[in-house]
């Protein structure tokens, strides 16, 4: 048996007196949507930063395809295939959407793709390749400072997958987003991710797009999970039901289903 995409094991960090993350297990396949989700300072944020490297765990092991990643800087991290997405949208607003992609592109291909103008030609196609699998490719000539929201974040999308990433971290990706434009932003990630069998762990606040587009949830309380598995099964969980009451997160009519 092949090992799972990402495997995470007891992985823990402290601030200080703060444990922010404790102990925290569990794995996540190629092609899935895995939902991490919780309370503020729940330790969402803490977990993403020691998976792509910004944070060293005090304890714990993450592994990518059975290959160990703990402890790695970002750059290491993002060259074994691990794509990230911000809360706040980092384009470069003064390049044209293609040329964001093609600065994402440049880093993967790397010198020789520099040295040996191949860059021009063949990272045009291909940044416009990606651009119409967001649903992009009209506005490729536009300056990235003048776009909607919403697209931002598509094009966000794309530049994440100029590394072609086999697993997608997505820290809150449809925050400061429209309610319909977030479950589009999401519909169109699912796809991709399905299409191109990435696993896609994603944090979100927004219960609608997490119940729609999660294969399944992990809810994280003060470091550690409470709960875990399908949205069926963990929207029904008095646990998480008891974290959210008061927080304005409410699970809706759907709760009694
Ligand atoms: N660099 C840091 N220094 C000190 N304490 C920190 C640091 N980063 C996080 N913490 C603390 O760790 C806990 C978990 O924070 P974290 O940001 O991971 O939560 P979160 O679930 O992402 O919250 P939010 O939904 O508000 O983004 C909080 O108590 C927070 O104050």
């Known amino acids: 048996m092949s090992a799972p995409l990402l ?6 960090k402290s601030y200080g007196g703060v444990k922010a993350v404790q102990d925290v297990s569990f794995t996540l ?3 899935e949507l895995l939902a991490l989700i919780g309370p503020n300072g729940a330790g969402k944020s803490t977990c993403f930063n020691m998976l792509n490297g910004q944070v060293r765990p005090d304890f714990g092991r993450i592994r990518i395809e059975g290959r160990e990643t703990t402890g790695l800087d970002p750059r290491r991290v993002w060259a074994l295939g691990v794509g990230r997405t911000f809360q706040i949208t980092a384009t470069f607003g003064s390049m044209s959407v293609r040329e964001n992609v093609q600065v994402g592109l440049l880093a993967r291909h790397g ?4 040295m040996t103008g191949f860059a021009g030609r063949t990272l045009a196609a291909e940044a416009d390749d990606l651009l119409a699998l967001v649903g992009m490719r009209d506005a490729a000539e536009r300056p990235s400072g003048e776009l909607a929201y919403g697209d931002l974040k598509r094009l966000e999308l794309a530049v994440a997958l100029t590394n072609e990433p086999s697993l997608l971290l997505m820290d809150e990706p449809t925050a400061g987003m429209a309610p319909a434009d977030r479950v589009e932003l999401m519909r169109l990630a699912a796809e991709i991710a399905r299409a191109r069998r990435i696993g896609i762990l994603f944090t979100e606040h927004d219960m609608d797009v997490v119940f729609e587009h999660a294969d399944r949830i992990m809810v994280l309380d003060r470091g550690r999970i409470i709960a875990e598995g399908t949205p069926a099964t963990v929207r029904r969980d008095p646990k998480v039901r008891a974290v959210y009451l008061g927080e304005g997160h409410l699970f809706g009519s759907e709760a009694a289903a």
């Open 7 to 12: 495997s995470v094991d007891h992985l823990s």
């Open 111 to 114: 010198a020789l793709a520099r």
């Open 29 to 31: 396949e190629r092609g």
